[in-house]
């Protein structure tokens, strides 16, 4: 009889869970900005997977080649050269993985804790909620970009450095969410009915409130994702952020600065895969919010 | 805001006793004999305990002693005094574009929704927040500079070369504000009491000024102040594209030098700042909200 029951309960669930992934898809489709982001992210990463086998890291993204330098765009330099005489758009290419890699990681581990002190804060309340918060008050009380740069500076630069910075600057965000939405999710009937049946605080938080909490979360994580790049791309501009011979966006740009007279190109294109990365993402996040809660749609 | 400033003071200061190097090395120079380095550490009083010296550098803050620059020996709080200003201009004009397009635009792309203008607006604000800061401030220069010889790359001795950095901070702040502005707008045309406002016959005009922008702007509001404090983090990266000695470049000098004082000084302030123009917005809000309003005068009264 129970297993019979069971085995319904999650025949049941599966059928709920494709529909609603469908429904969200059906609302998304429809948006054509948020179609046009989704499929340049996809282009996006297709290319910064299969930089590894079109490119040579060593001899055509970092390998110097002083008789091809400060040549402008060409059939055989699509993107000109810079003053080392490295291919532009080799350096591009393979500067797609290393910008993608770090939004990601960085959203991955600050929505993993930040969801974490959210829920635990929004969960329990009263003294827990109380002092968690604070902390993440302390973290909010600055912008950014300035946390990340005494961070950096305590740590040095470097990629695992500025990743570990940036997703430290990200926490907060992701626990305001959270826990917002969980003080709205916990006073509900089926969490009174988890409580009833002897459900464990842990199990109730995991199972029954979090991914109820999905997608406020998947929204502020690929827009922290948009907002992580550019924050990079950032840090790397000034000197601290990810260091000169990998081929980061932002450094890229901080090298062509003292070319900018003669060679614009050495500038112009660098920024232009950050604006469509972070463009990508930003629709993406908007698509889906919209999406997700049809009545705030704009 | 007092225990976010003494927390974040604490944080600050740990994160600085993670940096390698020894401050009294660096001061003294890589030749200097081992005891001079030494007898200056305990001069300093490096050798102390972290909570002592924490606790030495809190009490001191208390009695207005921000610490000296490791590097120039000046005490860090003239170094901000002389460097705040041109951060502040550059802040200050950047909200004030922000605000002077952002909002009328935001306006008009509500009450026209799915106009031309609309669509135009929303995509160009969409490119703007995709557009990193820094970058926009080269093609700025390159334009500008470079090519037509309008306006100054370098600098910062006349308004002019105020300009472009104000500009490149301003963008991407203004495609908040006129998002945010066309949503709330839109959200408040929607209610019922526009409805019986137009109903009622009251000019259309009137009805978007009076009786929707005043219930708009109040989220607005919030978002100008916000965008104040972020403008702070974005001078950091836009000083250093134009050349402006103002309180980013020295933020970034300081963490390049391994000044801890000054780096700690630096942000606090940042911090603070950013603090009291919240502070600011609150307090405007019981001004222009009379929803706030009345609750104060209602605690007020009991």
Not at chain 1, 98 to 125: D, E, H, K, N
Not at chain 1, 257 to 271: A, C, E, H, T, V
């Amino acid at each position: 009889m129970t297993e019979h029951s069971t085995q319904k309960t999650v025949q049941r669930k599966k059928v709920k869970k494709r529909s609603q992934l469908k429904a969200l898809w059906f609302q998304y489709r429809k948006n054509r900005l948020a179609m046009f982001g989704l499929i340049l992210m996809t282009l996006m990463l297709l290319t910064a997977l299969g930089a590894g086998f079109l490119l040579d890291y060593d001899t055509q993204v970092i390998g110097q080649n002083i008789r091809a330098r400060l040549q402008w765009p060409s059939a055989a330099h699509w993107f000109g050269t810079d003053q080392y005489g490295r291919d532009l758009f080799a350096r591009i290419i393979w500067g797609s993985r290393i910008s993608l890699f770090v939004g990601f990681f960085t959203v991955g581990i600050a929505m993993t804790v930040g969801s974490l002190i959210g829920a635990f804060a929004g969960y329990y309340g009263g003294r827990v909620d109380n002092v968690l918060m604070r902390i993440m008050d302390i973290f909010l009380a600055m912008p950014g970009t300035i946390m990340a740069v005494a961070i950096v500076g305590a740590l040095g630069p470097g990629i695992i450095n500025v990743l570990m910075a940036m997703s430290l600057c990200r926490i907060p965000q992701f626990a305001r969410i959270v826990r917002s939405a969980i003080i709205t999710i916990r006073g509900q009937e089926f969490v009174e009915a988890a409580r009833c049946c002897g459900s464990k605080d842990l199990r109730i938080i995991f199972r029954h409130i979090l991914p109820n909490a999905i997608g406020p979360i998947v929204v502020q994580a690929t827009i922290g994702m948009a907002t992580t790049i550019l924050g990079v791309a950032g840090l790397s501009f000034i000197g601290l952020g990810i260091e000169a011979p990998l081929p980061e966006w932002g450094s890229m740009l901080s090298e062509a600065k003292s070319q900018m007279m003669y060679q614009p190109y050495l500038m112009f294109f660098p920024g232009v895969a950050i604006v469509l990365a972070v463009l990508a993402l930003n629709l993406i996040g908007d698509g889906l919010r919209d999406a997700l809660d049809p009545r705030m749609k704009t | 805001m007092v225990p976010v400033i003494l927390g974040l003071s604490f944080i600050l200061f740990s994160i600085m006793e993670l940096t390698p190097g020894d401050p009294a090395r660096a001061m003294l120079g890589e030749y200097a004999p081992q005891e001079e380095v030494e007898q200056l550490r305990e001069q300093m009083g490096l050798n102390d305990p972290f909570f002592v010296r924490y606790w030495r550098y809190v009490w001191n803050a208390l009695h207005g002693d921000f610490g000296v620059s490791y590097r120039t020996n000046i005490p860090t709080v003239t170094e901000i005094k002389n460097r705040f200003p041109a951060t502040l201009k550059i802040a200050f004009f950047a909200v004030l574009i922000a605000v002077i397009l952002g909002i009328p635009v935001g306006i008009i792309s509500a009450v026209k929704q799915y106009s031309a203008i609309d669509i135009s607006s929303m995509v160009s604000a969409l490119l703007f927040t995709s557009i990193p800061p820094f970058w926009l401030g080269l093609l700025m220069i390159l334009l500008f500079s470079v090519k037509l010889h309008i306006l100054p790359a370098v600098g910062s001795e006349t308004w002019k070369h105020f300009i472009m950095p104000a500009i490149a901070m301003a963008a991407a702040q203004m495609a908040t504000l006129v998002r945010m502005t066309r949503s709330t707008m839109l959200e408040v045309i929607r209610q019922d009491y526009i409805r019986t406002a137009k109903a009622k016959g009251a000019a259309p005009a009137r009805v978007i000024f009076i009786h929707s922008l005043q219930n708009a702007l109040l989220p607005v509001v919030t978002a100008v102040g916000i965008s104040f404090s972020n403008l702070l983090g974005g001078a950091l990266i836009i000083e250093n594209v134009f050349g402006i000695s103002g309180l980013g470049t020295l933020m970034v000098e300081s963490v390049t030098g391994k000044d801890s004082p000054m780096l700690i000084s630096s942000v606090l302030f940042a911090a603070l700042v950013g603090g009291f123009v919240n502070l600011g917005v609150d307090l405007l809000y019981t001004f222009i909200d009379p929803r706030v309003k009345s609750q104060y005068l209602k605690r007020g009264a009991k």
